[in-house]
């Protein structure tokens, strides 16, 4: 039953909106941001699956440090976020996170998502290229290019969300007297990433 209520609240606003057809501009953009994001990942593999991985020492190096970085701003997000999650289920309070990696990042999954993407979007277009000027064909440079959609989509709207972030943080942590000192301090030593 609550499933069925949320797909018929779904759909009422869908209608209200001018039906499923005008979502499309909206499932589109998605569609190709979600599309841009999975480029890399099949550039990558058609990269190391292909004799061209064999040859070029220098490419296979470059887009292997781009997969390695990208790596680390993945785990960046996830230890933001397991700290965040382990310092607000021991607290009852709504608690400002400075500890752990926030000492250093105060919003450190949105800035490891970008870092990320952005470099899972740069071992993609390598990729791309090296295959291209292995096998003469320029078809993996249009995925190439969807991977540098995808990040600059992801990257817009975490950007945004960062912004947003230190807006309300600054509403809720820097007016109370009781925690404007800690929110200053913490201001003061951290880097608050990537904002628009």
């Known amino acids: 039953p609550r499933f069925t209520e949320l797909r ?17 501009p ?14 890399p990942t099949l550039l990558t593999s058609a990269y190391f699956a292909s004799p061209a991985a064999c040859f070029a020492a220098g490419w296979r190096t470059a887009i292997a440090t781009c997969i390695g970085v990208s790596w680390v701003g993945f785990l960046t997000a996830a230890l933001g976020d397991l700290t965040k999650s382990w310092v607000k289920a021991s607290s009852k309070e709504n608690k400002l996170v400075t500890s752990g990696i926030f000492a250093f990042l105060r919003h450190p999954n949105y800035t490891g998502e970008t870092i ?20 003469g064909s320029s078809k993996s440079l249009v995925l ?14 975490l950007c945004q969300a960062t912004t947003g972030l230190e ?8 007016g109370e007297t ?9 201001l003061a030593k951290t880097w608050g990433g990537f904002t628009l």
């Open 167 to 174: 807006k309300r943080q600054k509403e809720t942590y820097g």
């Open 178 to 186: 009781d925690t404007k000192t800690q929110y200053e301090n913490w």
């Open 116 to 135: 990320g993407w952005s470099f899972s979007a740069l071992a993609g277009f390598l990729s791309a290229l090296a295959l291209t000027l292995h096998n």
């Open 26 to 39: 909206f499932i589109v953009s998605c569609a190709l941001l979600y599309g841009g994001l999975v480029a």
């Open 8 to 24: 018929e609240k779904i759909e009422a606003s869908a209608n209200a909106k001018g039906g499923r057809l005008a979502r499309t």
């Open 144 to 157: 190439g290019g969807l991977s540098f959609v995808g990040a600059a989509g992801i990257n817009f709207v």
